[in-house]
């Protein structure tokens, strides 16, 4: 397996760079915009410049969730809930970027859910419990529900900060994963499911399937095709 920290993908309908976690060197520089990307999707934990600089240079929709270690991204305004259409919040994130945490956005073909941070293992934003992000997976569940189906498929992409439980390659506290997220998973069976929060630490680290969906841990960045 080649374990460039980019992997260049077969041809496909949407290029998709996923990043997370890790900056990778490698893409400052002319190999960038050479990659062909459609789409820039973040799974969090990276510093707002880097993704700035991505949006800017690559000149593409670039969705991002938050990591656990991010800061706070959601107005102080509990009640104020994001969809399409709004007037975006204050410019708490990285600028020119989507914040897709809680959301379902379509983008370049795709319809792509969020959902950023990772389970509670110290005090801080963007972490949560297995119940409160389940919590927070079924008003997902719910919106998406009520979208029509296209080509037999309600959700393409699901991009969330931490892994799915079981699927980590990792069983550490702090690195497991959402039970709420293999839920989604079952449900909606999409094309595709990217998480960052486990460091390969220069491992290559293989892409897992749950039922017909590829699962990819993308740290610090991938290539992928759909
Ligand atoms: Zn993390």
Same mark, same amino acid.
């Given at each position: 397996?080649?374990?460039?920290? &980019?992997?260049?993908?077969?041809?496909?309908?949407?290029?998709?760079?996923?990043?997370?976690?890790?900056?990778?060197?490698?893409?400052?520089?002319?190999?960038?915009?050479?990659?062909?990307?459609?789409?820039?999707?973040?799974?969090?934990?990276?510093?707002?410049?880097?993704?700035?600089?991505?949006?800017?240079?690559?000149?593409?929709?670039?969705?991002?969730?938050?990591?656990?270690?991010? !800061?706070?991204?959601?107005?102080?305004?509990?009640?104020?809930?994001?969809?399409?259409?709004?007037?975006? !919040?204050?410019?708490?994130?990285?600028?020119?970027?989507?914040?897709?945490?809680?959301?379902?956005?379509?983008?370049?073909?795709?319809?792509?859910?969020?959902?950023?941070?990772?389970?509670?293992?110290?005090?801080?934003?963007?972490?949560?419990?297995?119940?409160?992000?389940?919590?927070?997976?079924?008003?997902?569940?719910?919106?998406?529900?009520?979208?029509?189906?296209?080509?037999?498929?309600?959700?393409?992409?699901?991009?969330?900060?931490? !892994?799915?439980?079981? $699927?980590?390659?990792?069983?550490?506290?702090?690195?497991?994963?959402?039970?709420?997220? &293999?839920?989604?998973?079952?449900?909606?069976?999409? $094309?595709?499911? &990217?998480?960052?929060?486990?460091?390969?630490?220069?491992?290559?680290? !293989?892409?897992?399937?749950?039922?017909?969906?590829?699962?990819?841990?993308? &740290?610090?960045?991938?290539? $992928?095709?759909?």
């Amino acid at each position: 397996m080649d374990s460039a920290p &980019v992997q260049e993908g077969l041809s496909g309908h949407t290029r998709i760079l996923a990043v997370a976690d890790e900056v990778d060197e490698s893409l400052y520089g002319d190999r960038l915009p050479s990659l062909g990307v459609d789409l820039v999707l973040s799974c969090g934990d990276l510093p707002f410049d880097y993704l700035e600089y991505l949006v800017t240079r690559l000149n593409v929709p670039l969705l991002y969730v938050p990591g656990n270690h991010d !800061p706070e991204l959601r107005p102080s305004d509990s009640t104020w809930t994001p969809s399409r259409g709004d007037v975006e !919040p204050p410019a708490l994130g990285p600028e020119g970027c989507i914040n897709l945490d809680g959301r379902v956005i379509e983008e370049q073909g795709l319809r792509v859910a969020g959902l950023g941070g990772s389970i509670r293992y110290k005090a801080g934003p963007n972490q949560y419990s297995q119940a409160q992000m389940s919590f927070r997976a079924l008003k997902l569940d719910l919106r998406l529900r009520f979208k029509p189906a296209r080509q037999g498929r309600k959700l393409d992409v699901l991009v969330t900060h931490a !892994p799915l439980f079981g $699927l980590a390659g990792a069983d550490d506290s702090a690195h497991i994963g959402f039970v709420a997220f &293999v839920r989604l998973v079952r449900a909606f069976r999409p $094309l595709l499911a &990217v998480h960052g929060h486990v460091h390969p630490f220069g491992r290559a680290v !293989p892409e897992r399937r749950l039922g017909a969906t590829r699962v990819v841990n993308v &740290v610090a960045a991938r290539v $992928l095709d759909l």
